[in-house]
């Protein structure tokens, strides 16, 4: 096996408001470019109101109902939240994030995410206005 | 120390409908045919209806008690949904999902996974339906 | 690149009830007396009834209602809970610690952990009385 190294690349994502972007093949390319075929790659966005999920990435409507469903778990209007110096969107996306993943490690072999068939990475943004939001890939392999 | 290697080992579960099904052996047994001592291990379910879960694994009704939860946090009869191709449980099953875990990440020293006294990883099946499910796990280490 | 190496530290955090303990200075610590300038670090809380999350460190309220939310996702007096040996909080905190996260993998380069600027790596204390909590940190780099 050739000797393991630790690459890292920062990709930027310019989101528009509340929603899933994919980010998959922005991983996979870095991947490809970075010449590892055995390894770890880990994925870390830079952001507490912003975060990652994995989600089929097929039929629209389930990242739709994605979006709907944390919308209705951590209401935007609820009444006792103290942290809203930023606005009413400032608690819930904080909450959305802790809810699902700040950090994801997918396996490589033969080069390639070992991702399932249906498996998508997706930049899961929590606020309404247009953020550059910063995620960082790191390859361990070799 | 020994130069660092990576080893992964997919294993199949055969899951009988909803729950959760240890694998904590699985992952050990692994570990200790790598003959790895110090690393990582990472372990990624390659679904997006299913999930990972670490749960408390000597009392059973600990993780009833999870399975009802999620059950009641994420309703099959939810009106709204509409990612509903493949039965009113496709949609609780992504949710269920997002809301858990798709990789973990165990430490591991002297040969064995630094898990503490209780914990035990879990696939957590959210589809009624029996289902073979793919899980990579992958070791880090030398 | 020099050869890559794992190193782990385990620390202890002694909790005072509910709440959340900030341990981004302690995983920064045994980072830079690693000496690893490239990497990856991966915390490991070994209980289950605590948990980690990242979460905005600048102000404290973010850090109320994260706490408050837990409280109303899953209550203490959940009547059809069965896992009550251990009081009304026991079944709440595994639950709390399965929709929180048990292991983040935070990137290194320059000898630097690789947070976001609001970004702090918090142990999440699920019960009410005061307890030792196991964390390992393991760095793998070079």
Do not use: Y
């Not at 096996?1 to 994502?13: A, E, F, G, S």
């Not at 097929?58 to 935007?76: K, N, Q, T, W, Y």
């Not at 072999?109 to 309404?128: I, K, M």
């Amino acid at each position: 096996m050739k000797p393991l190294q630790v690459l890292h690349d920062t990709i930027r994502i310019e989101t528009r408001g509340k929603g899933t972007v994919e980010i998959t093949d922005r991983v996979g390319d870095f991947l490809k470019s970075s010449g590892i075929t055995e390894g770890v790659v880990t994925v870390f966005v830079r952001h507490t109101s912003c975060s990652l999920v994995i989600m089929e990435n097929a039929d629209p409507s389930a990242r739709r109902d994605l979006h709907e469903f944390f919308e209705r778990l951590v209401p935007e209007d609820t009444p006792w939240f103290q942290h809203t110096c930023e606005g009413p969107d400032d608690m819930p996306s904080h909450l959305r994030m802790a809810l699902t993943r700040t950090s994801e490690s997918i396996p490589v072999s033969s080069g390639r995410l070992l991702l399932g068939t249906w498996q998508g990475l997706f930049l899961f943004e929590h606020r309404p206005a247009r953020h550059t939001r910063e995620i960082i890939i790191t390859i361990v392999g070799g």
